[in-house]
């Protein structure tokens, strides 16, 4: 079974809005990370944003958000005000402090329209 | 800022060849990866390492292996390549980070062709 699962093969967006890219994730370890992880076309891949499973608060870098929703193993990224730059490859991932192994997701594609 | 370098960016290889990526990161870490990265499956990860001379299999390890000879260096090696190893190759390496997140950082990506 998948651990992580990103459902959005692709998306398109206007630019300015919010986006939201989904991620949901299956472990039975209490103790894990969840990181979003973006890739231009350039190939590198750049960490945006951190969620450990006993934060209380979700977290925000600048313009990302996780919406971390603990009891439906939900860990969606929000973009506000999308920028065309922001039109990348999004992944996110998961590592199980168990056994340290980070586990990714097959990603979704984001287009902004201008 | 943390720098993760990888020898080529673009590699065109014959089948049966012995094919050397080179990764270099200058954080000083502990933990260095190697992924392979192909159209819908995601980054699938091969070897990582956690010491100097330290290696481990991942998740796709045949047909690879890996050296450790120096802290900052991780290295992977295609014994033979063949045409199935063509893809997209990143190394990641991790320290703590701030707040110990053990957050990784990639170098550019090397694209293998394999002909």
């Known amino acids: 079974a998948q651990k992580i699962t990103q459902t959005q093969p692709g998306m398109f967006v206007q630019e300015k809005e919010a986006v939201t890219l989904d991620c949901t994730y299956d472990t039975s370890d209490p103790s894990y990370g969840l990181f979003w992880y973006k890739q231009p076309s350039s190939g590198e891949m750049i960490f945006l944003i951190y969620?450990?499973?006993?934060?209380?608060q979700n977290a925000t870098e600048g313009r990302y958000s996780l919406n971390f929703q603990k009891a439906r193993k939900s860990a969606n990224l929000v973009i506000s005000a999308s920028q065309l730059g922001d039109s990348a490859m999004y992944f996110c991932a998961m590592r199980e402090n168990r056994d340290d192994k980070i586990i990714f997701g097959k990603g979704t594609r984001l287009h902004i329209l201008p | 800022d943390v720098k993760v370098t990888q020898s080529s960016r673009y590699l065109v290889k014959r089948t049966g060849e012995k094919v050397f990526l080179e990764c270099v990161q200058d954080?000083?870490?502990?933990?260095m990866f190697w992924y392979r990265q192909d159209p819908g499956l995601g980054l699938r990860l091969i070897y990582f390492?956690?010491?100097?001379?330290?290696?481990e299999k991942g998740d796709i390890p045949e047909g690879y292996s890996v050296s450790r000879e120096k802290k900052e260096r991780f290295s992977l090696i295609l014994e033979s390549a063949s045409t199935n190893q063509t893809s997209m190759y990143l190394c990641a390496s991790r320290g703590p980070g701030a707040l110990g997140r053990y957050e990784q950082y990639f170098g550019p990506g090397t694209r293998l062709t394999v002909t």
């Open positions: 954080m000083d870490h502990e933990n």
């Open positions: 969620q450990g499973s006993y934060d209380q």
């Open positions: 390492s956690y010491d100097v001379k330290m290696k």
